[in-house]
């Protein structure tokens, strides 16, 4: 029998190679770039020898399939989860506020986490409270078509609770403004974390490099069941024995056979991937040109620690999260190094994506030095990270145009974080889609036996 083919080795492409070496499944995995791990990938900085991942990714404990997939291959152990969900945040006039959420019964936890917070007014309270009543009772008829911005001023929340817990948690979660990203996709990720559990939104975060947690165990786990890899595999389209896809051709002229396809690239990918019968119908065209939105990430090392926590939202100035690497990181370099070490992050970055390095930095430190004072400003080293296309921008309208797993060929599936999977683009949809297209694929497989 010819292997499954699967073009793409980030997660959703990954994910899907274990689900079906794991059924036993032959399977052959196409990556383009000389690594895999797709926009979720760590690397060593050969000026201090700290291990950096493309940007930091966080998680939540509510994340099930990631959780699962990482029991699978091996790596749970290496995330961090919180014992009890918690925010801590800068405020402009505030200062450093917390936002915990005590083990309590859902949704008791989280009215309670509103209750005690000093994030917000009395007033603001209420209109808290009033907004997690209106998750719990959510419909999604009534959010359709909306922006976050358009529901949160449905719910009456107010310019302070905008900025100060709405925009943080947004941006982070959708890489998007609030005045563009889709409410509904936004609820149904709140959902998970705030109602799912008493520690759905506890923070899960890496504690070895991205590579470490999920590429190269997942790499290696799908090798030992006989799936084979090939990197510098760019392939170019798909080809056709009439109804089905019969195998994909590479740049360099290389047709493969398979069995099945799974595309599991990026969106403005796929399309021009597909078997010439979809392409000329112009089947999944408008996904070329769904939005994208840039993040953009700057890594400072200092003489001294400038940051005693571990994670920081920072409200009201142009970062928006800080991560305190040398804390969070168990990785060498890390634990053993002197100094401090942080990646301050900027989602949804279209406006500061282009400057240049210099002033990146600079923006960086005026910020952090608002917080920590002067201590911010002794560096010792600077590194700017831009992922330019880092992820699909989910407003209303491109919600309507995800696709699902299946296409019109039987023998095709699309996976990725782009595709119909009800989340923001997170490694939790990616996986998700991934094993979704995998179980379609071994339904297939398993019926010709
Ligand atoms: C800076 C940054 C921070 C992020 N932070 C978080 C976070 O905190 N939490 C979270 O959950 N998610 C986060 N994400 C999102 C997460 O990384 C993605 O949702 C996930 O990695 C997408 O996986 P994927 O497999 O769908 O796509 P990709 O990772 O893009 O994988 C697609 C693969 O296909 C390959 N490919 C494309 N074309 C071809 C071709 N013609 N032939 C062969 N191969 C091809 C590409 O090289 C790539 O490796 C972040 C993303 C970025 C960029």
Redesign the pocket.
């Known amino acids: 029998m010819n292997p499954v083919v699967i ?8 994910a899907a190679a274990v689900y079906l070496s794991s059924r036993r499944i032959p399977v052959l995995l ?4 000389r690594f ?5 990938y760590s690397f060593v900085d050969e000026s201090t020898g700290t291990v950096i991942d ?6 939540i404990a509510g ?1 099930t399939r ?1 959780m699962e997939f990482l029991g699978t291959i091996g790596t749970r152990g290496r995330l961090a989860v919180q014992s009890a969900p918690e925010l801590v945040f800068h405020h402009p006039e505030r200062g450093f506020c917390s936002f915990r959420l005590p083990l309590l019964p859902s949704p008791l936890h989280l009215i309670s986490g509103i209750i005690t917070t000093d994030l917000f007014s009395a007033a603001d309270k209420l209109r808290m409270l009033r907004a997690g009543a209106a998750l719990r009772s959510f419909r999604r008829e009534a959010v359709g078509g909306m922006t976050i911005d358009a529901w949160l001023d449905s719910l009456g929340q107010s310019a302070e609770t905008k900025r100060s817990f709405w925009e943080p948690l947004a941006v ?1 979660v959708m ?1 998007e403004r609030i005045g563009v990203a889709s409410a509904l996709v936004f609820i149904r990720a709140l959902r998970t974390a705030f109602l799912s559990g008493r520690r759905g939104a506890a923070l899960a975060v890496p504690t070895v490099g991205l590579s470490d947690l999920y590429v190269e165990p997942a790499r290696a786990l799908i090798e030992r069941l006989g799936g084979v890899i090939r990197c510098g ?4 389209g798909s080809v056709g024995d009439g109804e089905n896809v019969a195998g994909v051709r590479l740049k360099e002229g290389e047709t493969i056979p398979c069995s099945a396809l799974i595309l ?3 969106s403005y ?1 796929a399309p021009a ?1 597909l078997p010439a019968v979809l392409r000329e119908t112009g089947y999944m065209a408008p996904a070329a040109s769904i939005p994208l939105s840039p ?1 953009v ?1 700057v890594h400072l090392w200092f003489e001294k620690e400038v940051m005693p926590q571990e994670i920081l939202g920072v409200i009201g100035r142009r970062i928006q999260w800080v991560f305190n690497r040398r804390k969070i990181s168990h990785e060498k370099g890390h634990e053993q190094g002197r100094g401090g070490h942080l990646s301050a ?1 900027i ?1 949804a970055a279209h406006a500061m994506v282009d400057m240049g390095n210099d002033e990146l930095i600079r923006i960086v430190l005026e910020d952090l030095e608002s917080i920590y004072g002067a201590n911010a400003g002794h560096t010792t080293r600077a590194l700017v ?1 831009r ?1 330019k296309r ?2 699909f921008s989910c407003t209303p309208e491109v919600e309507q145009i995800r696709p699902g797993c299946g296409t019109p060929v039987p023998n095709l599936f699309i ?4 595709t119909d999977t009800g989340y923001p ?6 996986i998700m ?2 094993e979704r297209s995998a179980g379609r694929v071994a339904a297939l497989v398993e019926g010709r036996k």
């Open positions: 073009v793409g080795g980030g997660l959703s492409g990954l196409l990556e383009q770039r895999l791990g797709g926009r979720a493309n940007g930091q990714h966080v998680l994340y990631t982070a890489n595999a760019d392939v170019a599991a690239v990026p990918r991937l993040i990430s992050v989602s990270i992922e880092g992820t996976a990725g974080d782009w683009a997170t490694i939790e949809g990616a889609s991934g």
